[in-house]
């Protein structure tokens, strides 16, 4: 993990470290322990965002404070019905997705699942065997949801439509990233955000 958490700090935007006080609070408060990777990854920075500064993030990596049930996160009921008491969420992929860890067999790395919101909690699928294996694969994908399909075209290449799901719904916007100039010739303009950059971990829009 020291190696990955190290470009996080190098590369990315990390919040300051949870104390040991606080992993101790949250494990309390959760009901069970964290396992290597994610202890790690907490006490040397408390959530951050990955390859872009907030608001303009697609990987959130959630502070203690806001790691909650998958159910009452995506379903506001913590009710069985709404998904299994043992999804927690870790990652905010924005529009109610989110990467959540699966804590039902404590002493083992929690396996990390997506969790889509049109499809939770029927179609939760395993994405990577731990957190560690998790973050490592998002940190090599150039700001990508690397667990989507990516369908070919019929040219046979890959080609990201409406298939993988929001993910270029998402991008399109962003002025650094541009589109072929026969779909559209002029340039894109992003218009100001309403939301004045709130600096590091800040909380998320009461919306």
């Known amino acids: 993990m020291l190696p990955l ?69 995506m379903r506001f009921r913590d009710e069985d019905a709404m998904g299994s008491p043992h999804w927690w969420t870790i990652a905010d992929l924005g529009d109610d997705d989110y990467s959540v860890l699966d804590a039902s067999r404590p002493g083992d790395a929690y396996p990390i699942l997506d969790a889509y919101h049109e499809t939770y909690p029927q179609q939760v699928v395993q994405i990577a065997p731990s957190f560690g294996a ?17 369908p070919e075209n019929d040219s046979g290449a890959p080609e990201r439509t409406g298939a993988s799901r929001w993910l270029m719904k998402r991008l399109a916007p962003r002025p650094e990233l541009t589109r072929p100039a026969q779909v559209h010739p002029k340039p894109l303009v992003t218009p100001p955000s309403p939301w004045p950059h709130a600096g590091q971990g800040a909380p998320r829009p009461a919306w």
């Open 5 to 73: 958490l190290e470009e996080v700090t190098a590369r990315h935007y990390p919040n300051a470290p949870a104390t040991p006080a606080q992993l101790e609070e949250f494990e309390q408060r959760v009901g069970w322990r964290l396992d290597e990777d994610l202890r790690a990854f907490y006490l040397h920075c408390d959530g951050a965002t990955l390859f872009r500064p907030w608001p303009n993030q697609t990987f959130w990596l959630l502070p203690l404070r806001e790691v909650r049930r998958a159910r009452v996160a």
């Open 134 to 150: 998790w973050l490592e694969r998002t940190l090599r994908s150039n700001n990508q949801l690397w667990w989507l399909p990516e």
